[in-house]
Nanobody, 125 residues
Framework: QVQLQACGGGLVQAGGSLRLSCVAS????????LGWFRQAPGKEREFVAA???????YYADSVKGRFTISRDDARNTVTLQMNSLKPEDTAVYYC???????????????????WGQGTLVTVSS
């Protein structure tokens, strides 16, 4: 069982930066792939970024070059550094954990076992 707590959202102007963090409970954090998803009003939840236990990173095309995902297994933390933010990045951001050490897909909502409560990011134009 893993519990996730996300924080770091807020209001920022276009072009600005925010850093989201997600702290997880549990002693087997290193065996999980971790991801960030977002959901804008009236839209489906979508993939943003993910990082495997091995450190392999994946990004949605819409955030490549602007967002960076990282993990600190010693602190059970995954972070999402968001730079050059755009109004279309406005959404509730969720962290999630996918159990397993394999190399299957980790870019879909249904592939994740545990979810945090979400943190709101608002980017003004």
């Amino acid at each position: 069982q893993v519990q996730l707590q996300a924080c770091g959202g807020g209001l920022v102007q276009a072009g600005g930066s925010l850093r989201l963090s997600c702290v997880a409970s549990g002693r087997t954090f290193s065996t999980y792939a971790l991801g960030w998803f977002r959901q804008a009003p009236g839209k489906e939840r979508e993939f943003v970024a993910a990082i495997r236990w091995s450190g392999g990173r994946y990004y949605a095309d819409s955030v490549k070059g602007r967002f960076t995902i990282s993990r600190d297994d010693a602190r059970n933390t995954v972070t999402l550094q968001m730079n050059s933010l755009k109004p279309e990045d406005t959404a509730v951001y969720y962290c999630a954990a996918h159990y397993g050490l394999g190399y299957g897909s980790i870019v879909h909502v249904h592939e994740y076992d545990y979810w945090g409560q979400g943190t709101l990011v608002t980017v003004s134009s």
